[in-house]
């Protein structure tokens, strides 16, 4: 991948009821990209833990990578098109991209000996306060690690299927490629997973409503 910047996704779903009069408010008022960032900032980062593992946790904590993809929806989130497809999937579009970005990032500061701090030097400088308290708080809240401790715990498939429809809001569609199964299986599995993850005891507004 270059580094252009990723576009809204094209698919055919609006977006979530429930953020839709939050994404017209946004265009007038510059705190209202905040409120509505905050619906899946939680998940967010649920899936920078999941994905930050390894060698890649020693050099990037999920909370340092949730508040990159803050500021760079932040920034992009003007030019884009929020009234064609699905908020949420659009910020995970942007977490992709960061978090690509973000592992080139950490694989050439290894290269070049540098510490984690020494790398990120600089990156997160001009974070808001309130983006600062806002991931540190969902960092330590208990019931959001617990569900990523649930999350690790997972088979790959099951995993891959909460990640594609449940954090990132994906289509049935979309999901199916990514799985290479077809859309009424990923529809038939998730509705399965989502209900087990309930009975679970599953943060309530963590995932993405169909």
């Given at each position: ?60 904590e999920p909370e340092d990578l949730s ?103 994906m289509t049935g569609a979309d999901a ?35």
């Amino acid at each position: 991948m270059g580094s252009s910047t990723p576009s809204v996704p094209e698919n055919d779903r609006e977006l979530e009821p429930s953020t839709l009069d939050l994404a017209r408010l946004a265009r007038s008022d510059p705190a209202g990209f905040s409120r509505l960032y905050e619906r899946v900032a939680p998940a967010v980062h649920a899936w920078a833990s999941l994905r930050l593992r390894g060698r890649a946790r020693a050099r990037l904590e999920p909370e340092d990578l949730s508040q990159e993809i803050w500021m760079r929806a932040l920034e992009l989130f003007p030019t884009s098109d929020a009234t064609h497809g699905n908020f949420r999937a659009w910020v995970f579009s942007v977490a992709r991209f960061v978090l690509h970005e973000a592992l080139r990032r950490a694989e050439r500061a290894e290269l070049d000996g540098l510490s984690s701090e020494e790398s990120k030097h600089g990156l997160l400088a001009n974070v808001p306060d309130d983006v600062t308290t806002a991931t540190r708080r969902m960092a330590r809240d208990e019931a959001l690690r617990a569900f990523v401790a649930h999350m690790g715990r997972l088979e790959p498939e099951d995993r891959a299927l909460l990640v594609h429809c449940g954090l990132e809001g994906m289509t049935g569609a979309d999901a199916g490629l990514r799985l290479g199964i077809s859309r009424d299986a990923v529809h038939k599995r998730w509705q399965r997973l989502r209900a087990k993850l309930q009975a679970d005891g599953l943060p309530p507004g963590l995932l993405h409503e169909d």
